[in-house]
């Protein structure tokens, strides 16, 4: 039995709409979560204090901007594919 094949051209839109929406909360979230640690500043101090805040502007916020960039950039590419479908289905 033969696997479909093609594309519900809404669909995948819809589905690159929600990835960029995602991207989008997530990078609001990592920019709650850095104004936060920039604000333990006043209320921790010392070296584990340093370590953590290090850790998250060298690698935690580094990762969370590149998991919002891939998908909002996968988001991106769904939505292209469902427009060029449309574009390929209306001639």
């Known amino acids: 039995m033969a696997?479909?094949?093609?594309?519900?051209?809404?669909?995948?839109?819809?589905?690159?709409?929600?990835?960029?929406?995602?991207?989008?909360?997530?990078?609001?979230?990592?920019?709650?979560?850095?104004?936060?640690?920039?604000?333990?500043?006043?209320i921790w101090m010392g070296p584990?204090?340093?370590?953590?805040?290090?850790?998250w502007e060298s690698n935690l916020k580094n990762q969370l901007t590149n998991v919002s960039t891939a998908l909002d950039g996968a988001g991106q590419s769904a939505k292209n594919n469902a427009s060029e479908q449309r574009d390929v289905s209306q001639r």
């Open 48 to 55: 584990d204090a340093e370590r953590f805040r290090s850790d």
């Open 3 to 42: 696997g479909m094949q093609g594309m519900d051209v809404e669909a995948v839109d819809d589905l690159g709409t929600k990835m960029k929406l995602r991207a989008e909360d997530i990078t609001r979230m990592m920019n709650e979560i850095n104004s936060l640690i920039t604000g333990s500043r006043a």
